[in-house]
């Protein structure tokens, strides 16, 4: 699976969350979008608000994470703000026998 088609998914996961009072939205550029680990990208979001305003009181509130896309499955999910990402990560390779090629 390639960027373009992982953001896609990563896009249709965030709308799910997204309102018309508070929309959300992933990072514009691909540097600051996501982070390729190998086996997954590891999408960053916010609200649009802030995307435009850089404004800290625009940020999204606590207990959400990035969006993460499995490259060979699709599998798509949010991951919590409540545990270390690399945490995270890792428990779910080592639950669905993903490949990580020792990168979380």
Known sequence: MDFH??????????????TAEDPLALYES????ADD???CFVFAWNTV?????????????PG???IVVVKA????????GYAPEDEQLTAYA??????????P
């Not at 499955?73 to 919590?80: A, E, N």
């Not at 026998?97 to 020792?102: E, I, P």
Request: glycine content about 10%; overall charge negative.
């Open 5 to 18: 088609q992982a953001k896609a998914l990563a896009e249709r996961h965030l709308a799910r969350f997204s």
């Open 30 to 33: 691909e540097d600051e979008s």
């Open 37 to 39: 680990r190998g086996w």
């Open 49 to 61: 608000r802030y995307l435009r305003s850089r404004d800290l009181s625009d940020v999204h509130g």
């Open 64 to 66: 959400y994470g990035p």
């Open 73 to 80: 499955s699709g599998d798509t999910w949010m991951l919590g």
């Open 94 to 103: 080592k639950e669905h026998a993903t490949a990580t090629d020792g990168d």
